[in-house]
């Protein structure tokens, strides 16, 4: 396979996470704040990855679409970790409100009119006892991969040169 394939391949592997993503949010499961940051990632590396079909394979592209990969895999982690409560999440999205003794009735209000809908350290779905985040960061190592494989810039990575 080349490496302008490899990039390519990749850039539809993050089309598709993309996809899937927004096919979960439409049957009912709303997305968190981290949810949403990690699909930007994703939109970059397909975008990239168009990019590379147009232009063709550029060093520079490739580059691009690895840290859009290694960025959307570290999101993911994180978003991982904070479900399975191995660290804080951002507290508006984890936590609740904070300072509410503080806090009069009018502010008080006001905050939770703010506070987001669905939490960040609440799993809404898995499979296998992995949740979305997790499988998130499962497909994004494989692209990472992918990019750094299309980076190389072999002409031929997998068989025979």
Avoid at 14 to 25: H, N, V
Avoid at 32 to 41: G, V
Wanted: charge should be positive; include cysteine.
């Amino acid at each position: 396979m080349s490496h302008k394939s490899l990039g390519m391949l990749a850039g539809a592997g993050s089309a598709a996470l993309l996809a899937a993503a927004l096919t979960f949010q439409f049957i009912g499961y709303a997305p968190c704040e981290l949810c949403i940051l990690q699909r930007w990632p994703h939109l970059a590396a397909a975008v990239i990855a168009a990019l590379m079909a147009v232009l063709g394979w550029k060093r520079w592209l490739a580059a691009l679409g690895l840290i859009a990969a290694a960025t959307a895999f570290g999101l993911a982690v994180y978003h991982a970790g904070v479900e399975m409560k191995l660290w804080l999440g951002p507290q508006h999205c984890s936590g609740g409100v904070s300072g509410l003794a503080g806090m009069s009735t009018q502010d008080l209000m006001a905050a939770l009119e703010k506070a987001p809908v669905v939490r960040c350290d609440d799993v809404s779905w898995q499979l296998f006892g992995i949740s979305m985040a997790g499988w998130n960061a499962i497909c994004s190592a494989i692209l990472v991969a992918l990019w750094a494989a299309c980076l190389r810039g072999r002409k031929r990575v997998f068989g025979t040169v």
